[in-house]
């Protein structure tokens, strides 16, 4: 669902969600209508990947489906991109490519 | 549509032959016969392990009992463990046309080779006399699996799959979604959903399995692929997966090999019983795809988002592509385009029809593109598990 005080790039998947999935990429320097209000977007956000709609404190949990998907590692704010450089899972570690994995 | 009826009853959507190698010494001999049958309907499936399994017996079991299976070519070298005897014979009690082809008492390769690609030519005969009967949809078992995520398979190809099983399971059908590791945090959305508190309570106990059964290992079932294509956590990732799942009420849980008593939503436990002996489980994606093929599935939707071009032996898949950019790039492996939910605004409804549709047509006889180029993967290894307790399958 999208709604008029958001960018139609933006995929809200439920009404309390503090981040939003995006339809096409969002290209880093673009102002964008999020809630109303126009934010700068700092960083490139991929098709499909995640973008704050409202500031996250360090700690917080990250909301997405009305469900939890982790908590932030560090503060973001409005437009920031959400992913592995700020999120982290409340369950198990997530391995991406270059970091060593013993098992 | 029309399918090929089986002494259970059961109808198949297929009629195929498999070459069934019985350990990995084998392997080549199976090979060499089912390559001379390229296009033909003949598939090479096996286990490669000498120490023996139950687990691995009973798939193969049911594997070569399956309602899209006509005929059955056993491979073996001679001295391995696996019981190739009570193999045949429950071929044989199905009704099913099935021959052992053993290298050590044929005489080796050449000889081997040569006899079984002369059984299986004259079977191939037969069977192309088999009668078919009339199919409901009400007949179809479907898996459902994603692989190859990325953060478009949870927004598009997955829920439009859960509008489809929906549909399917209005009509009759029996529909299985698995991998209890990825539905991890999901839990409670499913007992909720359950047939019965009791059943409720087993999906409980079988994720909280999963977890720890991954813990264990230090390594959730995540690849570095996911994370490229936006997932950033096993939550995320799970409840994306779980989205396949529709909205119906979730019937039973069976585990590999457990064929739906009736229509309905199954979840599958794949995760092995007791502590993890032998390594990973599902070390990939076909492994999955087998078990539910086992547990009587027909065809399997296989949604993905960063592209994944498997097909599967024995039962087709139907590829729904999450992504619009990858359904740009590699559209000749893909079935359904479920990227036109972000690129179109189609609707999951529409796209969940699609689907749906697709189905038919493939149980009617129209080739997956996966079937068309040729996918025939398999994977079998060792697990061990418990049989279901009473609780998991309510009336």
């Known amino acids: 669902m999208t709604d008029s005080s958001n960018d139609p790039r933006l995929l809200r998947l439920a009404e309390n969600d503090n981040i939003c999935a995006t339809r096409s990429t969002i290209e880093a320097g673009e102002a964008i209508m999020i809630g109303g209000h126009e934010v700068t977007v700092p960083r490139q956000v991929p098709i499909g990947h995640k973008i704050a709609v409202r500031a996250i404190e360090a700690g917080e949990t990250v909301f997405k489906y009305g469900a939890p998907i982790g908590s932030a590692t560090e503060f973001i704010g409005p437009g920031d991109y959400v992913h592995t450089h700020n999120l982290k899972s409340d369950y198990l570690p997530t391995y991406a490519r270059g970091t060593s994995h013993e098992s | ?395």
Request: proline residues 5%; aromatic residues 6%.
């Open chain 2, 1 to 395: 549509m029309n399918g090929y009826l089986r002494s259970d009853g059961r109808k198949g959507i297929r009629n195929v032959v498999i070459v069934a190698y019985l350990v990995e010494c084998a392997h080549h001999v199976a090979r060499e016969i089912a390559d001379s049958f390229r296009g033909h309907d003949v598939h090479l499936i096996g286990f490669p392990g000498c120490f023996p399994n139950a687990y691995a017996d009973r798939v193969m079991r049911q594997l070569a009992t399956h309602p899209n299976v006509g005929a059955a070519l056993l491979v073996s070298l001679g001295c391995e463990s696996f019981d190739r005897n009570g193999l045949g014979q429950a071929i044989g009690v199905s009704g099913r046309p099935v021959h052992s082809v053993v290298i050590q008492e044929s005489g080796g390769t050449a000889t081997s080779v040569a006899e079984g690609q002369r059984w299986v030519e004259e079977t191939r005969k037969r069977l192309a006399k088999t009668p078919t009967v009339e199919m409901e949809t009400s007949d179809l078992v479907v898996a459902t699996i994603c692989g190859g995520s990325d953060a478009t398979s949870g927004l598009t190809a997955n829920p439009a799959v859960g509008r489809a099983s929906d549909l399917l399971i209005q009509q009759g059908a029996a529909v299985i979604f698995e991998e209890t590791g990825e539905l991890i945090g999901c839990e409670r959305f499913m007992a909720a959903r359950a047939a019965n508190e009791g059943l409720g309570r087993e999906i409980v106990a079988c994720v909280e399995k999963a977890a720890r059964y991954y813990t264990a290992f230090g390594h959730s079932s995540f690849a570095p692929g996911n994370a490229d294509g936006g997932l950033t956590t096993i939550e995320e990732k799970s409840l994306g997966a779980y989205s396949k799942s529709g909205k119906s009420t979730i019937s039973g849980l069976i585990k590999p090999g457990d064929v739906p008593p009736h229509g309905g939503l199954y979840l599958m436990d794949v995760v092995p019983d007791g502590e993890p002996r032998f390594g990973y489980p599902n070390i990939s994606d076909n492994a999955e795809i087998v078990e539910m093929i086992a547990s009587g599935a027909h065809v399997t939707l296989f949604t993905t988002g960063c592209g994944s071009v498997v097909g599967s032996a024995i039962s087709p898949v139907i590829k729904v592509c999450a992504n619009p950019d990858t359904f740009r790039r590699l559209g000749d492996d893909m079935d359904v385009n479920a990227g036109r939910i972000l690129e179109e605004n189609a609707s999951l409804d529409e796209v969940g029809q699609e689907i749906v549709d697709t189905i038919l047509r493939v149980a009617s006889g129209e080739a997956t593109r996966s079937e068309a180029l040729g996918h025939q993967e398999f994977i079998l290894t060792y697990k061990t598990f418990d049989p279901i307790g009473p609780s998991c399958l309510p009336g």
